[in-house]
Structures are given as structure tokens and as C-alpha cells.
């Protein structure tokens, strides 16, 4: 059973920057893909980007395009998500999950961390 926790949210200010963690536990042999979501008030669950386990490659969505960052630390066993240049419309509860091989979808998720951007 893979577990996943993540940490670094917070509040910061319109330009600043956040490092998000998702600690992986439990299974890693497991994962295809690491992918991170977000969800603002009121609104659906947004994808963010993934990245895929064995090879760290990346993929953004547009509106994290040149701002944000995906990484994979196999050693640790975490994956990143570095956010630059952070807007009030990044506000959000922040997800990670991990989709194992062979599945088409999610499988596990983490617990979510507030991301709170004043303007």
C-alpha cells in the first residue's frame, strides 16, 4: 500500500515561491507516475503535472508552464513541486498521487496541503 504526505504549504506573497514535498511510503515499485493536483474553493480539482517515476520526465499543464517545477528524488523518495512567481489565483489545497503501473488512473492520494498566495 503506497502512503503519501506532503508538506511546504503556507502563505506566501504575490511573487514569492513555495517547495511542496510528497513523501512516498509503502510500494514504490509500484508507481508509474507521480502527479500533483490542486483544488481552490469552489472550484473542480485542477491538474497541475505529473512525473513519471523511473525516468523523472515531466509534464505541465499551461497555467504551470515556466512557473512551477516537478521533481523526483528516488533516493528520498519524494517528489516536488517548486512554484515561482506565485499568483493569488494559485490559491489551493494541493494534492499529490500516485498512479501505479498499468492503472489508467489515480490509485493513491495524499492527505492535501493549503497553499494560501495574498495579494
Known amino acids: 500500500q503506497v502512503q503519501l504526505v506532503e508538506s511546504g504549504g503556507g502563505l506566501v506573497q504575490a511573487g514569492g515561491s513555495l517547495r511542496l514535498s510528497c513523501a512516498v511510503s509503502?510500494?514504490?515499485?509500484?508507481?508509474?507516475?507521480m502527479t500533483w493536483f490542486r483544488q481552490a474553493p469552489g472550484k473542480e480539482r485542477e491538474f497541475v503535472g505529473r512525473?513519471?517515476?523511473?525516468?523523472?520526465?515531466?509534464y505541465y499543464t499551461d497555467s504551470a508552464k515556466g512557473r512551477f517545477t516537478i521533481s523526483r528524488d528516488n533516493a528520498k523518495n519524494t517528489v516536488n513541486l517548486q512554484m515561482n512567481n506565485l499568483k493569488p489565483e494559485d490559491t489551493a489545497v494541493y494534492s499529490c498521487?500516485?498512479?501505479?503501473?498499468?492503472?489508467?488512473?489515480?490509485?493513491?492520494w495524499g492527505q492535501g496541503t493549503q497553499v494560501t498566495v495574498s495579494s
Open positions: 509503502g510500494g514504490t515499485f509500484s508507481i508509474y507516475a
Open positions: 512525473v513519471t517515476w523511473s525516468d523523472g520526465r515531466p
Open positions: 498521487a500516485a498512479q501505479r503501473i498499468g492503472s489508467s488512473s489515480v490509485n493513491y
